[in-house]
């Protein structure tokens, strides 16, 4: 009895001290916010849409974004940038990671277009144990966005539960629009 109880003693001390190297190693951020920004340039009182706020993504906004792909790339959205697909929530994420597992792994290219997902939320430890290396099992490129204030600057307008269209032409949105499905969202590249 005292062989087992010393054996079970020894396992659960061996759990916590595994479990506090599992977490110390998983729970440091490896982002470097000095690489990256995201810079919404307001659209002018000739562009905009009455009534809307003249901030986050709308009609006349510039879009200059650097940011890191799932593997820790830096990305700049250039001026052969067609169409942002941003997702701000795990669902609209979900949606639009279902819809490209389908796809060839160059979709995105051969589209002009490029994803963006919010992951500002997800604590450090998640991100990097379970969030990332899902990410990194994808045949395509995912710009993510760690900072609460980029989130916020490119969804300002937005409704965060549904997946954010923007088409742009030389880093200028020309409209904004918000989509729930996977059929929606193949009905905006065919």
Same mark, same amino acid.
């Given at each position: 009895?005292?062989l087992?109880?010393?054996a079970?003693l020894?396992a659960?001390a ?5 479990g506090? #190297?599992f977490y110390?190693?998983?729970? /440091?951020?490896?982002y470097? *916010?000095s !690489?990256y920004?995201a810079?919404i340039? *307001?659209?002018t009182?000739?562009?905009?849409t009455?009534g809307q706020? !003249?901030?986050?993504?709308?009609k006349?906004s510039?879009?200059?974004?650097t940011?890191? +792909?799932?593997?820790d790339?830096p990305k700049?959205?250039?001026? +052969? ?5 941003l997702?701000f929530s !795990?669902g =609209?994420g ?5 819809y490209l597992d389908k796809?060839?792994?160059e979709?995105? #290219?051969?589209?002009?277009a490029i994803?963006?997902?919010?992951i500002? *939320?997800?604590p #450090?430890?998640?991100?990097?144990t379970?969030?990332?290396?899902k ?15 980029m989130s /916020?600057?490119l969804k300002?307008n937005?409704?965060g +539960?549904?997946?954010?269209?923007a /088409?742009l032409k030389?880093?200028?949105?020309q409209s904004?629009?918000?989509i729930k499905?996977? =059929? ?7």
């Amino acid at each position: 009895m005292r062989l087992r109880t010393n054996a079970l003693l020894a396992a659960a001390a061996l759990l916590v001290v595994g479990g506090g #190297v599992f977490y110390s190693l998983n729970s /440091k951020d490896h982002y470097d *916010p000095s !690489k990256y920004s995201a810079t919404i340039t *307001p659209a002018t009182a000739s562009t905009s849409t009455p009534g809307q706020a !003249k901030s986050g993504l709308q009609k006349g906004s510039r879009v200059e974004l650097t940011l890191p +792909d799932q593997f820790d790339a830096p990305k700049t959205i250039g001026p +052969d940038v067609e169409t942002l697909v941003l997702a701000f929530s !795990k669902g =609209a994420g979900g949606t639009v990671r279902n819809y490209l597992d389908k796809q060839e792994a160059e979709y995105w #290219v051969s589209h002009n277009a490029i994803f963006i997902a919010d992951i500002s *939320p997800i604590p #450090v430890v998640i991100r990097n144990t379970l969030a990332l290396p899902k990410l990194r099992k994808s045949s395509y490129s995912t710009l993510l966005l760690y900072e609460d204030e980029m989130s /916020k600057a490119l969804k300002r307008n937005a409704q965060g +539960d549904l997946i954010s269209i923007a /088409k742009l032409k030389d880093n200028v949105v020309q409209s904004v629009r918000y989509i729930k499905t996977e =059929a929606e969202l193949a009905s905006i590249f065919q």
